[in-house]
């Protein structure tokens, strides 16, 4: 079954759609940008009490749901509620409310902590949420696992969908940047936003006459990034048009991993945690993302979106293809 792509929400602080995460502006290192306001995308209504990750991927969610055409002028779903999965991933999505929650309890007791905080504890926290504010009642799924979570975020959304469990799925990938998240990252800066890919069944999409500008190819995953890249070569059968790195590939640990020269040699390379921060559990999705973008812009030819360190660690990748070379 082939699955494409038929919606894209970019939330960040320098990008607010597919093709602006492949400006040629935007390809300098990440800069200051003023941080995303919530309540001017989505409104003030049901962000009360929800942690910033939260409301991150609700505008995320919002943005992609318009862009497939699933969402009405007054917000309401087009399809059945129990058509649509979401698979959220995050790695650091709810870390300031369990450290404010140890912290609570450290100084107090289990009974100082906050009655509005217990929800937001949860680690499904933004899969949950987003799935009741927008009424999607199909399987929902929320991955913190480290380098791949974002990649393999969407390659569980294409499984449920060729496995005939719903026609199309909403991913997430959404970090936020806040103080607990700079004390377990040692300092770095996340990109302080979410990005939201609708994937579904070409079927589907052809029957909404939903426009797919981007179509899922291989999904492979194990130990050893330049074993990832082979077996997704042979997969694909051919080079890539463009890799977009694995996350730190300028560092020099990251360099050394073993990569096929013959394969990559030559292909475009594109650092999106160089240009916007640390992306961790929302980079695969930002990766897929801006391979949409990058075909919009005329790019064509695979993309390669790959995800993980060396060789003693896991690694991921997804091979995309515009639609209209599909």
């Given amino acids: 079954m082939t699955v494409v792509v038929s919606g894209v929400g970019v939330v960040l602080p320098r990008a607010r759609s597919a093709p602006e995460l492949m400006a040629p502006e935007l390809m300098a290192p990440a800069a200051d940008a003023p941080p995303i306001e919530p309540k001017d995308l989505v409104g003030r209504k049901g962000l009360r009490y929800k942690d910033r990750a939260t409301q991150l991927a609700y505008c995320a969610a919002d943005a992609a749901l318009r862009h497939a055409g699933l969402l009405d002028d007054g917000g309401g779903l087009r399809v059945p509620g129990r058509s649509v999965a979401v698979v959220a991933s995050s790695n650091y999505g709810n870390l300031d409310t369990i450290c404010r929650a ?34 999607l009642r199909g399987p929902n799924l929320m991955l913190c696992n480290g380098a791949t979570s974002g990649l393999d975020a969407v390659h569980w959304a294409a499984t449920l969908i060729r496995g005939g469990r719903v026609p199309r799925a909403l991913v997430l990938g959404v970090e936020p940047d806040n103080a607990s998240v700079r004390a377990f ?12 890919l609708v994937v579904e069944s070409e079927e589907s999409a052809a029957e909404r006459g939903a426009s797919a500008p981007a179509v899922l190819g291989d999904y492979v995953r194990g130990a050893g990034l330049g ?3 082979e077996r997704l070569a042979a997969a694909t059968g051919d080079r890539p048009a463009l890799w977009q790195l694995p996350e730190q590939w300028q560092l020099p640990e990251q360099r050394t991993a073993a990569v096929p020269d013959t394969l990559l040699a030559g292909v475009a390379r594109h650092d999106l945690g160089e240009v916007f921060g640390l992306g961790s559990g929302a980079l695969g999705v930002l990766q897929c993302a801006a391979a949409v973008g990058w075909f919009a812009r005329g790019g ?27």
């Fill in 102 to 135: 140890i912290d609570t309890i450290a100084e107090h007791t289990a009974a100082a902590g906050s009655a509005m905080d217990l929800p937001n504890a949860s680690s499904n926290v933004i899969a949950s949420s987003v799935a009741i504010r927008f009424g």
């Fill in 185 to 196: 990252t040692g300092g770095a800066r996340t990109i302080d936003g979410a990005v939201a």
């Fill in 300 to 326: 064509a030819g695979p993309v390669y979106a790959t995800a993980g360190t060396d060789a003693d660690d896991a690694s991921a990748g997804i091979a995309l293809r515009g639609r209209a070379a599909a």
């Fill in 227 to 229: 074993r990832c890249l």
